[in-house]
């Protein structure tokens, strides 16, 4: 399964075209629809106040409700693209952006309303697509999980990524804001309302699990190893400035007698399982059996309303910017359902499609 | 410029081929070896016994001394290869190895020797094939340095990411053990051989920059987006576990107003510059003309002399594993030129070769 | 410039989604239409009479009538889909169409109205990318030209490849029947006439040149050749079964002293040219600099009003299919500007875009 | 299973990397040499002096004489590069070879002797490479073979493309000139010794198929379809000048009604079958069950003895150039190997490795 993104924040529409959708799956578009709503701006107090329901016209590749296996477009309109509010900044490069280097990689051609195609808008295409890729890993008893690791510093509590509860997971995955400990999710929930009281954001980090992948797919090899597969898609999405995989960063400062997973022969079917999964699933860029497991950082939303420091990207004079408004002082619980998506899709291209 | 790797550990040799390389390169032998020195494993007290002195063989792409165009092959004859060494634990998975997966993904063809086409002997190829990137990219003046973040929790100083000092890097860089701050490297030192005293390995962090890559190469779309195609890179890197752009990590429990790097007017000629560098050079997965920084862990050598709880493929029953001996208790230092590697190919597939 | 289309025969719209267009390109949309035109039916009295007009919505990649450098998605709805049409022909296999071959691949999940995703009605899309591509080889002083090469056995005059008349084929482009001699396109369309009453559909041939391409673009290594470049493409047309560069076939009987082009010092400032272009304007894979040329060949509609012998893919049994009317006699002169386009976009691709 | 070619006529080595290999397929070295013999120069009195056994040495990817599933090096030293040979006519382009528009691509930097990278040795791998995926496709019932199908004008009998015997084409197969017709053969080689006799040398044609591939492999896209797929793979070997599927380029002067296949439910337990195989088995991209069958058409030999004119590519001066001896008259019978191995290993790229 492969995609190709398109459409700017304030163009007529966005979409997504799916290559590889295997034939005869059944397009659930309630399930779709629930998906593109765990995205949506404007589902909680503190979200943006763009209010769009991003519904999916699909325009190909479903024929009586499923999946033919012809290139899938799903489209989705912009109905609430209000334009006048990005003109006065034209030329300032907001900071934390992609303002300055859009502008000299396109020459100054590129559509500056709104982010245009780096606009976070372009992660709801991406949730459709992602929620087709989950309807056909279901297929094969795989699911996709996803919870706020942490927001302003506040941590969740943590998986046993070894044997993690996938009722709870799933149970925690319905709700707008995915959190193992609700108590520390009202903290966070806290810290993005006084964070948004100081025209200011807060950053945070999405734990995401992959249940039910069997042993012994990927390769070591460059452009087919698991890791490079998930990266590849995680870095694709707006914001996320790094990537672990199981125990990740922590690795630095462990011993090997600690790090290793060691193996106990515990599947009266299966193969040997790891005691602990500090690997993430994951031993040379091949799944070994355990849950895939990764966390990747979102950096605070830039769009903030304190002024800050920037310059005229056609005068090059010094200027200040305050983005006025309707950003959401937090992305990470929208961000969710994106990451589920993006590790989604990478998992899919694991599979062939035609044998 | 892309590459393909072939071999394995024990057997005849190993290799890459390289495409893209520009026609005319002069392929410089001497920085090549020292290059391929600064990996190759017997350089310290603190490394592997086993002494490969890794001289590459040129088999095709260069003329008269200077790169073709043509696919440019590098072979490394494997001269140390015991393969007696690996017999006795055959069907025992090592904890923390891709032993166990590459069972299943090889269906039990997998040449099992001494890690096979998984040993960390592969990495030999890509640090000459970095080292050919290198000279490619020191003709568009830029630069690829790293050294060690840290090593068993212990961190070396932190570099200024906006105006890091490239002669001070390009010093530290020639050393077999490139760290800021000395006395920090000594407690490093020290504690790689506590780790290999108690029979353990120990983790790490290696930071990497990419210095005059000019703004605006790159694209937020799957696929041509800098983080993506850094990525896919060091993840190709065994025993990398984590990726951080910039701040990374930190990103998570900052602010908005402390995470955006503000425009000043700096450069006489040429565009703004951001006054911190906390994105790592990079916005909407395009270079902004910042020096491109990155971090990867390192996970602890998993080959130990301690015992550990495994289980026998074949039967299927538990049992314990001890690797005894050649092994380096910390593969940071030679993985720094490695990550380096990755870098310089990373960076040189944005750069198309025809016109 | 690479694309991806999508869309079905008789479902809501059909697409493509163009990525590395350069920015700042105008979309002159006059030529756009004008392209379109060319490949619509109904345009004349040889023609289907399913008549669409083919409007082309730019979705995105367009900014203030630019390309943005944004992915840019065109999309056609398609008004005259009439679905009943093919319901009774479900499970006949069409002699000569996709059906049966679709039937397995999809495993009966094809969308089978119309041909569905294999319906030459997905040339629509592919001759709006060709016009978008042209447009940006033309600021390069590249143009793509193709005419009817024959028509059921009747040839066109031949062209000297070595120094076609530019603005000859510029002329004889613009019409709806392509040919460099009149005569025989008149006996060509007397040769369809014939075949239409008959119920039948009668094959051909076309001719296209690209000029303009300097020399130097490609490599003899697999997808880089030009060769395959533009074989990748045109193969993507339905009904295309053959593909000659320069002479082609005619290769086969001659010896090297005649097929060999000489070279000869003529142009003042440039490098040598050759006094024959046999070889098409390719020599290992790359451009010589001489105009590019090739040949398709397609094949008869496959849709035609005579009874043929097929199966019932449902029942194995024995039956019998004649297609009734809406469907050209012969596709050749639609198919112009379906070549030039796959003829465009695979030239399109020798260039990189960033730098 | 994907490959990369590597090497020059004259440098140390030439060879291929091949990725992709099932793991555990048995490598047949025998056949894999019987294959190379039937490549290699000398076998004949028809053919090149120059007289390299062409041994491969594996390097990688095989343990214990079965493939491992990781990359496979195949390697061949260059034993009789003779570049004295060469240094005469080093600026003279020759008439029908690549020396010029490598010499542009490569900006001067190629290696000029003997064609370099461009030279017909550089078969030799890609026969390698074929005869791997050969044995990997008979663990699946699949067949490739090819026949000469014309040389000098003279043709070889015609083959039912519907209904093949495949025990003939088998043993035809062996021979060092494989024609259907011997008394054809015995004039076709009287032309090339005749061509020899003058100085010059002869094209041919040669037809090839693909017995025992399942319908449904493959798909209309651009890029998956099979006709681009064994369209990209021929076009790589040097001197491919045309390609035709099934009928090829005779469909250009039919009608519909001939050139339909009409389909007959005659298999027992699989589905129809057509009666006749115009369309060389394939339909819309997607193999359809009967043999693939295509003919590429290969120019004479560039290289001949009568002198032709030329170009001084340094001075732009006019010149005379006469080729001496080594070579080929009639490349045509050692490149149906060739041309076998290229459709193995398109058809090889239909089949997933992983699941």
Redesign the interface.
Known sequence: MR??????SH?????I?L?GVP??LYLDMDFIASEMARRAPGASALSSSRSERDVV?V???V?EG????????G?IENTDARSHDYAATRWL?R????????H????????YRGG???SGR?TAPLVFAGAVAKLALRGRGIEVFAHI?????IEDASLDLASPDAGRLRDVGRGPFPVLDEARGDAMRQAILE?RA?G??????IQCLVLGLP?????????E?V??LI???V??I?A??????????A???????????????SRPEG??V??TN???G????????MPVAFTV????????A?E????D?RS???ARIAISGRHDPCIVPRAVPVVEAAAALAVSE??????
Request: net charge negative; with cysteine.
């Open positions: 995609y190709t993104l398109f459409g700017e163009g007529p529409a966005i979409g075209v290559q034939p005869g016209r325009l190909s590749g024929f499923k999946a033919s296996g012809s290139p899938l477009c489209l490069a900071p934390g952006h992609a303002d300055y280097a859009a000299l990689r396109y020459k100054g051609f590129e559509d245009g195609h780096f372009l690791a942490s927001i302003a510093g964070a100081a200011d954001s807060v950053g945070g980090a042993a012994g797919l990927g390769s070591p090899d460059f452009d190893n890791e490079s990266a590849r898609h870095f694709s707006p996320v400035k790094a990537l672990e995989f199981g125990t990740g960063k690795f630095a400062s462990m011993r090997g007698s600690q790090a290793n997973d060691s193996f106990v022969p193969g040997p790891t005691a500090n690997n993430g994951l031993n040379g860029g091949i799944t070994n059996g950082t979102i950096k605070p939303t830039p769009s903030i304190l800050q420091d920037t310059v990207m090059g004079q010094a694991l599979f062939g499609v035609w044998l």
